[in-house]
């Protein structure tokens, strides 16, 4: 059983950058991978970037990866986002999870709100 917490959303203006970080509490098996993922408003939840816990090894994909960042800190079991060159579209709710795929992660957080708009 694993407690996620988000925090560090916000409102940024357009190029600005924000800095996410998902809390992590409870049981974690070394082979946990924990990812951030983003729901815009009347959409599905995506994936944007996904760390292993073990190794640090990460994945973003294409549309995010020349901009977002992730990050952690074992020893606080903590995973960060740093967002950069935020666009409006960028906006909505962030969550972390334990998994990489939206459809097979548990434990998710009660997310974070991001609004990009000047």
Do not use: N
Not at 1 to 6: K, P, R
Not at 10 to 25: A, D, E, F, I, T
């Amino acid at each position: 059983q694993l407690h996620l917490v988000e925090s560090g959303g916000g409102l940024v203006q357009p190029g600005g950058s924000l800095r996410l970080s998902c809390v992590v509490s409870g049981s974690i098996d070394e082979y946990y991978s924990i990812g951030w993922f983003h729901q815009a408003p009347g959409k599905e939840r995506e994936g944007v970037s996904c760390i292993g816990m073990s190794d640090g090894s990460t994945y973003s994909p294409d549309s995010v990866k020349d901009r977002f960042k992730i990050s952690r800190d074992t020893a606080k079991m903590t995973v960060f986002l740093q967002m950069d060159s935020l666009k409006p579209e960028d906006s909505g709710v962030y969550y972390c999870a334990a998994g990489c795929a939206a459809a097979f992660a548990q434990y998710w957080g009660q997310g974070t709100q991001v609004t990009v708009s000047s």
